[in-house]
């Protein structure tokens, strides 16, 4: 017993100085690093956009535009407009987290360059103002501050947008002449510079949010011609393809196609074109592939993937381009200027008989047909493209495309929104309430 | 007076020598059993040949008594010669081990621990250890992963306590620390083995199955799971010499459920509700036309655009006409599965000298598993153990072993490559043995020419490829989904094990109450895994795929304490632990992918088969420590009163600012025997415990971290950062510095009996649990730039209730039978969560097994129908159910109400017979293969017709309209708002598997199975005498023979995800197996 009491402080005093040092400064982890350049984050930036421009959002906004249709599995389901706010979580995760995330860690960065920081600007900007349109009232001033706010606040659609084109406009300022590939594009992007790249998107947003006359003067400073277009870029690793090509041929085989859809429709002839063009033929050649016999109950229309096709494996998947910049000089100074309307219009035609090698007649209509020419030629030249989606929205359907299921032409038979994903549901009580559902439209549109 | 003097007088001129022999009651002599004159203080102990010699006088009584028999008492007669032979009594002196390996009476311990001996864990012939204690102890919760060669099982001691924590119990075998890790366990890959069963279950002497916090917390963090304290082999203590012992067993496995397949309808599509489908050769659904009127005969083909020709010379082109009637279901079936074989051989030689003894084992377990091809598990190891008394006061002991496992494992789950989801896809008028071959397309009048083409249902010409000039390399087009024996035969996962356990001890004796003991013990392994997919495999490895893995892991200890024993007076007892230990836990893992072989047609398993933008190399270390300081008091009262107190005070690397952590706990027993002094009661304790222990984070998880980036949608589809220029990204989930540890409390109450003789031992606790500080990686709100955040946050609390008993129903010297049994019901609850509502464990978006405030843990959330307030389906305009637009957490819940194991054992003379039936009642399963196989009309239950008898016309989901008395393929259902139709329609939308709903395959899981029944033949002495042997004995068994369960098509014992947190999911996961196996022992 006396042993026993004389070594048991000796014993816990020995083991307790030894205890502290045998397991301090162990827990700085091996496998990552705690520190990182705005010059190496830009890259993940871009990721964002191209995977927020081209991945899941633009399936579903084809698909709801009637553009592609769902053909398989869970995409037959999205085919009936079958709702599911799970699905979004994902899309907006991917947007908010390495995109306008990232790129508030560069902003916020003091040692940055100004270029780092401007492309930072251009590609946040632009993306909180398609979040707001995707998904109406959407966190901004308040976001991506955890510090601060662990549940950001939604701001209404409309300052979402506006203050996305604010940043946009910030960041013009930053990045100079500099080009997209100088400014960071590095494999991923290409184009011509910045500033033309940033004026064109912030024309996009300014038009949707009504603002024509900044819309006209973003454009004019806009993408000046097609091999200024910003795009992504794609190899033929199995994860740098094309991103409609790794979903249609390498992941999800038969989800996606353009059966029966009124993009399909109007490149065939199914349904009469407004603007009546011959080269639509070669369009539909190079958007799309016919499989068996027309009529019969197998008869599909699927993406073309094959080498030359929109969706091939390397093609690049537009983010801003000189067709959309004219489009949308067109479409805001048809109010104004319907002469010059047509001739953005016939712009884009003449452009489209160069990159097909086809017949795209200019245009000699006015008034509202000229409106409804516009538009058509921007809901087909712009395949695959989220801008459809809201243009759909924010018209009210003038080109009365057919509901998918219904067939109706109503101007709100459309998925309104995309729905608020529940993983942010399920943590920000600032999530407006009601939910908002899928046929409920957004605030501008 | 004379007379008192007379009697001394007589008494010791009656003084006497008597000698005699104390035997075990089957005649093997017993030394050192003790001999005393009643109420004296006479007494000797028999020598090594049982032999006593002792002064007594006619009349005395002698009390013969050794540990683990019955006290026998003697009367001196005249003879002078006194044999007695003791009868085995087991029970009370039953031993369990402390969480310290140190043996304890089980009448003594204050929590509720079980000990599973030998002979219980090797009846079954199970590979693994885990598998062998299935179904007895009670509070232990063992699922099968699957019923693969060498698969591992998830083991869960009193419900799951934590999520990003491990789960497993601490493994303590003979002093050591070893790992038990299941790395793996996702919806798809192989199915893993579990580390714990690289140890051959021959050398397991018992395994004590710590259950309470109070009892494991001289381990502090990391025996929240409770502890499994192994013992192995170390040689016989009593009979001195050379003994040999030799098993050798063959084990026949098969397939113990299976999906029942529809075989009316073809490979096709459906094209109006009435009226049939249509044949199609490279859909994925079976909606086709009625195989049986076909015209029969040969298929007739257009080799136009190229064919595929089977090694045989047969060549198959694109059909034109189907006209063959053959149903290929069963030769399908024949052609994947078949009997499994398992040989098992193994050898012990134990030597057991003055002051040493040695155990010595060899064994080799090969498995061939019931899928035929590429699956199989071989295990071979060795042990060496030793303990040698150097001097009086001085003992070491060696535990040490070498493992090496070499298996072959399957693909499994959901998986474009997995064995089931091509297999039970298929059609049944497919035949899938022409299933590789070479491929001919004809292009612009040109052939080209595909070797090793793989042909499966949805690409009936085989894969074939094309060269592209421009990146040098070959693009395969390939089947959506493999063909099984694809999978079997061309695809292969190795996976090699070496594992080293080497564990010394040095005991040495400080004075008579007092030894000090140092342990020092490592444990090794290297666990390589190699995954292959030959070019034209389906999905990712459509132009091949090479992947390895070397893991490596080593957990080391030293131990060192002291324990001693002191009486504070005559009537208070003291015995005490006090000690240091030091864990320290490494782990690598070093992985290089490769894809796009450049050169594909040959097997190539290395590095350097592709461009350097498709070879991508990939690590991950930890190192991890944690030491403290720890005690144990134990004090005896009067006897009856029981009082344990332990503390232990640490410090844990992964928790920089949680400091040092303390653990305390304390224990009470009452022995109530003297008290009821009733003769039906020969034992009865009360107790009554409360205990602290922990779980310390992940390693690392106190920072925020930046790492390459790349992106990536569920969907599959994304963009790899590496190929894009590396770019940086921040961890989504953010660091938290201020970490502390998971602290588990327990309070236990029960009792332990022997009744009736000790015929009956019944014992029965409560316990009630809270883990709180639980971290997990809170969601957060994504808009904030962070999806998680790593907080102690969560509060899990488990209650339940545990019973094992024993009955002996007949004891006799020929007859014996006894029943026992043990009950096991848990109810665990996930009390807080800190605000988020659902965090996924395991599973699928649309389906998954997590946790949510107010839920058990692992709780199941899927997709609903949308209802109205009062429960009623609301129906869209064709009178279906809309799918909700929120999942639903709680749309099952895996958890069972409670499991038990029921025994009997009979023995008679040489024969002895024993079962075990085993079930868990109220456990639910996602049905997702069920949910698949209905989408794609291929499950027997969507062959069914009928005719529109309701009077009118009605529609199916789309609105198609079936007339009153005509014949669909499909049911007439009402959700409320008249019949419908359910048809393809339906099942291809929100009634089958890949719709927004999964209500309708949420399932109840509940089974009963006969788990082992097994026959074993001792030899007669007199045969084994003339064999010049020491024992001999031959057994059958009979492994999982049957299950009762409302499941079919699968065992529902199996998880999708193995030995990973989420519980209660199936799709397409791999069988399990029923198994007979003969057992030879033969002992030298």
């Known amino acids: 017993m006396k042993i026993y009491k004389l070594l048991l402080p000796v014993f816990a005093a020995l083991a307790v100085s030894s205890c502290e040092s045998y397991t301090e400064d162990l827990n700085e982890s091996p496998n990552a690093f705690v520190v990182a350049s705005s010059d190496l984050i830009i890259g993940q930036v871009q990721l964002a956009i191209m995977q927020h421009m081209g991945s899941n959002n633009a399936r579903y906004g084809a698909v709801f535009s009637n553009q592609m249709s769902g053909g398989d599995r869970q995409y037959l389901t999205l085919n009936t407009y079958s709702p599911n706010r799970a699905n979004y979580n994902d899309m907006w995760g991917d947007t908010y987290i390495s995109g306008i995330n990232a790129a508030q860690i560069i902003i916020n960065d003091e040692n940055a360059s100004a270029l780092v920081r401007g492309v930072a600007k251009i590609v946040q900007g632009s993306l909180y103002a398609d979040m707001a349109l995707l998904y109406g009232a959407v966190p901004f001033s308040e976001s991506v501050n955890p510090n601060e706010f662990a549940e950001p606040a939604y701001d209404s ?30 494999s991923r992007l290409s184009g011509g510079t910045w500033a033309e790249a940033g004026h064109t998107l912030a024309a996009r947003y300014s038009l949707s ?152 007649p200019a245009t000699t209509a006015t008034g509202a047909t000229l409106l409804t020419q516009i538009m058509e030629e921007k809901y087909i030249t712009l395949v695959g493209e989220l801008v459809t989606f809201h243009d759909l929205r924010r018209t009210n359907n003038m080109l009365g495309v057919p509901n998918k299921t219904t067939g109706s032409t109503a101007a709100n038979g459309f998925p309104q929104r995309f729905l608020y994903p529940q993983s942010e549901v399920d943590t920000n009580s600032n999530v407006p309430s009601p939910l908002p559902e899928f046929f409920d439209a957004t605030d501008l549109f | 007076m004379t007379s008192a003097m007379m009697l001394i007088a007589f008494t010791a001129l009656a003084q006497k020598t008597v000698t005699g022999v104390v035997t075990d009651d089957s005649g093997i002599p017993l030394p050192g059993a003790s001999v005393v004159e009643q109420g004296t203080s006479n007494g000797v102990s028999t020598d090594f040949d049982g032999n006593f010699s002792i002064q007594v006088a006619e009349g005395a009584v002698l009390e013969i008594s050794f540990i683990g028999y019955k006290t026998s008492e003697q009367t001196v007669g005249s003879a002078d010669s006194v044999n007695v032979s003791l009868e085995s009594d087991n029970q009370l002196d039953e031993v369990v081990l402390t969480a310290l390996g140190l043996e304890k009476k089980k009448d003594d311990d204050l929590s509720s621990t079980t000990k599973v001996e030998v002979e219980q864990l090797q009846r079954s012939g199970e590979s693994g250890v885990l598998q062998g204690l299935s179904g007895k102890s009670s509070g232990v919760n063992i699922t099968r992963n699957s019923g693969d060669p060498g698969s591992g099982a998830y083991i869960q001691i009193r419900g799951q306590n934590t999520i990003n924590g491990d789960n497993s119990p601490l493994i303590v075998l003979d002093g050591a620390i070893i790992s038990n890790a299941n790395i793996g366990g996702s919806t798809s890959g192989v199915v893993q083995q579990s580390r714990l069963n690289d140890i051959n279950p021959d050398d397991i002497a018992s395994v004590t199955v710590i259950k309470g916090a109070s009892a494991a917390a001289i381990y502090g963090t990391g025996a929240a799971n409770g502890v499994l304290v192994i013992e192995t082999k170390r040689g016989s203590s009593e009979t001195k010499g050379w003994s040999v012992n030799v098993k050798s067993s063959l084990s026949v496995d098969q397939i113990n459920a299976e999906w029942e397949k529809q075989s009316t309808f073809g490979q096709g599509i459906w094209t109006t509700p009435v009226g049939g489908g249509a044949y199609n050769q490279s859909t994925s659904v079976s909606y086709g036309d009625e195989i049986a009127l076909r015209s029969g005969g040969a298929d007739t083909y257009d080799m136009s655009g190229g064919y595929f020709e089977t090694p045989d010379g047969r060549q198959i082109g694109s059909i034109t006409s189907k006209n063959n009637k053959t149903i290929y279901n069963q030769s399908n079936r024949d052609a994947v599965f078949g009997n499994g074989y398992t040989y098992e051989n193994s050898v012990n030689f134990s030597y057991t000298g003055d002051n040493n003894r040695t155990y010595l084992s060899m064994s080799n377990f090969d498995q061939d598993g019931i899928m035929k091809g590429n699956s199989d598990y071989v295990r071979t190891t060795l042990k060496l153990n030793n303990t040698t008394q150097a001097t009086d006061k001085l003992l070491f002991k060696i535990s040490s072993s070498y493992t090496t496992i070499d298996s072959n494992r399957v693909q499994t789950g959901s998986n474009l490559n997995g064995l089931y989801l091509g297999y039970l896809r298929t059609s049944p008028d497919f035949d899938i043995r022409d299933w590789q071959g070479t491929n001919y397309s004809i292009r612009s009048g040109v052939t080209s020419v595909t070797p090793n083409s793989h042909r499966s249902y949805r690409r009936p010409m085989g894969s074939y490829r094309t060269f592209d000039n421009a ?55 290297q666990d390589n895994r190699t995954d292959y997919m030959p070019a034209g495999s389906a999905g990712d490895g459509n132009n091949g795929q090479w992947e390895e893995d070397r893991i490596t892991e080593k957990n080391t200890q030293i131990n060192v304490f002291v324990s001693g024993d002191s009486a504070i007076n005559s009537n208070i007892a003291l015995n005490y632990v006090v000690g240091y230990q030091a864990f320290e836990n490494s782990y690598r893992r070093l992985s290089a992918f490769e894809a796009s072989f450049t050169n594909p047609d040959q097997i190539f398993l290395n590095p350097g088969n592709t461009t350097g933008l498709n070879s991508t190399p990939s690590g991950f270390t930890s190192l991890t420590r944690k030491n403290g300081v720890y005690g144990i008091i134990n004090l005896e009262v009067y006897k009856n ?135 997990l990686a809170l969601p957060t709100v994504p808009s904030s730039g962070f999806s998680s955040s790593l907080q102690n946050a969560a509060k899990i609390s488990n209650k339940g209730l545990e019973v094992d008993f024993s009955y002996d129903l007949i004891r006799g010297a020929d007859l ?80 069972p109400d409670y499991r038990a194991g029921l025994g009997f054992n009979i023995d008679y003379k040489n024969l002895s017979f024993s079962t075990l039936f085993e079930t868990s009642q109220g456990n639910d399963l996602w049905n997702g293969t069920y949910g698949v196989m209905t989408y794609f009309g291929i499950h027997a239950d969507t062959a069914a017709t009928s005719v529109n008898n309701t009077g009118g016309a009605i529609v ?83 492994r999982n023979l049957f299950t009762w369960t409302g499941i079919e098509g699968f065992d529902p014992e199996n998880n999708l995800t193995g030995a990973s947190r989420g519980r209660g999911l199936e799709y397409f996961s791999n069988p399990g197996t029923r198994s007979i196996l003969t057992t030879l022992r033969i002992g030298f």
Do not use: C
């Not at chain 1, 200024?228 to 790794?246: A, I, K, M, P």
């Not at chain 1, 949308?328 to 452009?351: C, F, M, P, W």
């Not at chain 2, 009360?686 to 390459?708: D, H, K, M």
């Not at chain 2, 609850?829 to 389906?847: E, M, R």
């Open chain 2, 956 to 1038: 199916n989901s789309a609105g198609e309209s079936i007339p009153n008395g005509a014949s669909f393929r499909g049911k007439i259902a009402d959700f409320g708002a008249g019949p419908v139709a359910i048809d393809h329609r339906w099942n291809t939308s929100n009634g089958g598997g890949f719709g927004d709903v999964s209500e309708n395959f949420i399932m109840d899981g509940s089974w009963v199975k006969l788990r082992e029944v097994t026959l074993n033949y001792k030899f007669d002495q007199s045969v084994i005498e003339n064999l010049n042997l020491s024992t001999l004995s031959l057994s059958l068994s009979g």
């Open chain 1, 157 to 186: 659609q409309a300052s979402v947008v506006n203050g996305g084109i604010a940043i946009i406009e910030s960041g013009i300022q930053d990045v100079g002449s500099a080009t997209i590939a100088a400014g960071y594009g590095g």
């Open chain 2, 471 to 525: 990146s040098g390399s070959f693009n395969y087009t390939a089947p959506v989904y493999n063909n099984p024996l694809w999978t079997l035969n061309q695809q292969q996962n190795i996976n090699t094990v070496d594992r080293f356990i080497f564990a010394p001890e040095v005991n040495y004796d400080i004075n008579d109450n007092m030894t000090l003991v140092a342990r020092y013990s490592t444990d090794f392994y």
């Open chain 2, 641 to 775: 009163l029981l009082l344990e107190f332990t503390g232990r005070g640490e410090t844990v690397s992964t928790l920089p600012g949680a400091g040092t952590i303390f653990y305390p706990s304390a224990s009470v027993g009452y022995k109530f025997t003297d008290l009821v002094n009733a003769d039906f009661l020969n034992f009865g304790k009360f107790r009554l415990s409360y205990g602290e222990v922990g779980i310390e984070a992940s390693p690392y998880a106190t920072s925020t971290v930046y790492g390459p980036g790349g992106i990536g949608s569920s969907w599959g589809d994304g963009l790899d950062g590496s190929l894009y220029g590396n770019p940086f990204t921040q961890s989504s989930t953010r660091g938290n510095p201020d970490l502390k540890e998971e602290r588990k409390r327990e309070f236990e109450i029960g009792f332990d009996t022997r009744m009736f003789d000790s015929r009956l031992s019944l014992g029965a606790t409560y316990y009630s649990n809270a883990t709180e500080d639980v971290i």
């Open chain 1, 209 to 360: 949010v009504g603002n024509t006359g900044a819309a006209i003067s973003h454009a004019n400073q806009g993408i000046s011609s097609r091999a200024n277009d910003l795009v992504t870029q794609h190899g033929t690793s199995q994860e740098n393809r094309n991103l409609f090509y790794q979903f249609v041929v390498d992941e999800r085989q038969d989800y996606l196609v353009a059966t029966d859809s009124h993009l399909a429709n109007l490149l065939d002839g199914t349904v009469a074109r407004n603007l009546t063009t011959p080269g639509d033929s070669a369009r539909y050649a190079s958007y799309f592939l016919p499989e068996g016999t027309p009529g019969s109950a197998s008869y599909r229309t699927l993406l073309n993937t094959d080498v030359g096709g929109r969706f091939s494996q390397t093609s690049s998947m537009p983010i801003a381009t000189y067709y959309e910049n004219q489009l949308i000089l067109a479409e805001a100074k048809y109010g104004s200027d319907q002469t010059a309307a047509q001739g953005h219009l016939n712009a884009v035609r003449a452009e489209l008989a160069v990159e097909f090698g086809a017949s795209f």
């Open chain 2, 816 to 895: 014996n039978a006894s029943i026992s049994g043990s009950f096991t019901s848990n109810k665990n609850n996930v009390d807080d969560l800190g605000g988020s509502s659902y965090f996924i464990l395991n599973g699928f978006t649309s389906t998954s097994s997590g946790i949510a405030e107010g839920h058990p843990y692992g709780v199941l959330r899927g997709g609903v129908y949308e209802r109205d307030a009062a429960g009623n389906f609301v129906t869209n305009a064709n009178g279906f159910p809309n799918a909700a637009s929120e999942k639903k957490i709680g749309v099952g819940d895996p958890n």
